[in-house]
């Protein structure tokens, strides 16, 4: 756990602003998605290799991914809109022209991402840490609605939060602090009030930081900042650290707002109670 920024220092929040993807959500769910639709696809199809089927995928998510993204995040392209044209692709490169192929296997491919969808180990302890400590909870993410909402409702969470801000729902994405400010609204907190967890430096930290919000780095893999790269206040590998950085930093705030009685904090007794006195 590393404190980054100088100033000014982190206040005890009364909101935590999460990002959802690679923040709550095990971004390992696509490889493992992939992997299982292209068996099952290839199963399906006679002469067709699943490892012929995962190289042309991914050589389809390379090639229409980036000219896509932004589009994506702000809602102009649905997800179920690129994940037929993904796999359109896919199997006109493995010589299948069939629409209604590419649209069965969109939908195969969908329906495994959703079982594969899981919560890193350490976020229902973060959750339950801020409803022990009263703090308000809202999640900010990049993405198309359909799949964003999906996420939630697969992974049971949406009753967590009291703001949801979806970028294709509201057209602005991270690092637009006015993603950050909509769900200050929602929560009716001030920025010097809240921190926000995110794993991208890019979008989350920027974004933060732009807003006014305390900036989280969650570095789960333990990359490396670049010079030229936002600052976060505070640089963690697990949310288990960010409890532990709750704790510490309401502990701090108690004891400058209300410091013990050197009288008693001394070890000496009062007069009251010196029996010779």
Not at 167 to 190: C, H, M, N, T, Y
Request: a negative charge; hydrophobic letters at 40%.
């Amino acid at each position: 756990m590393t404190r980054e920024r100088d100033d000014p220092p982190l206040r005890p929040p009364r909101a935590l602003l999460l990002d959802l993807d690679g923040t709550l959500l095990d971004d390992g769910w696509h490889r493992v998605a992939i992997t299982r639709a292209c068996r099952e696809i290839a199963g399906a199809l006679p002469g067709l290799d699943a490892d012929r089927l995962a190289e042309a995928n991914a050589g389809a998510w390379d090639d229409y991914w980036p000219r896509i993204e932004h589009r994506w995040m702000l809602g102009r392209l649905s997800g179920a809109d690129v994940r037929r044209e993904v796999w359109r692709r896919t199997l006109r490169t493995c010589g299948f022209e069939d629409g209604s192929l590419a649209l069965r296997a969109a939908e195969t491919f969908y329906g495994l991402c959703r079982d594969a969808y899981r919560l890193y180990d350490d976020v229902e302890g973060l959750v339950a840490a801020a409803r022990r400590a009263d703090i308000s909870l809202a999640v900010i993410t990049n993405g198309a609605p359909d799949d964003q909402r999906e996420k939630l409702r697969t992974l049971g969470i949406e009753d967590w939060f009291g703001a949801i801000v979806i970028s294709g729902e509201i057209g602005v994405g991270k690092p637009d602090p006015a993603v950050f400010r909509r769900a200050l609204q929602g929560l009716g907190v001030e920025a010097g009030a809240a921190w926000h967890v995110g794993d991208l430096l890019g979008a989350d930290v920027a974004g933060a930081n732009a807003a006014g919000v305390g900036s989280v780095w969650l570095n789960r893999p333990g990359a490396s900042r670049g010079e030229a790269d936002p600052v976060p206040d505070l640089e963690v590998r697990s949310l288990s650290e960010v409890v532990r950085r709750l704790a510490v930093e309401r502990l701090i705030h108690r004891e400058v707002e209300d410091p013990p009685d050197p009288a008693t904090s001394s070890g000496q007794p009062d007069e009251a109670h010196d029996p010779g006195v």
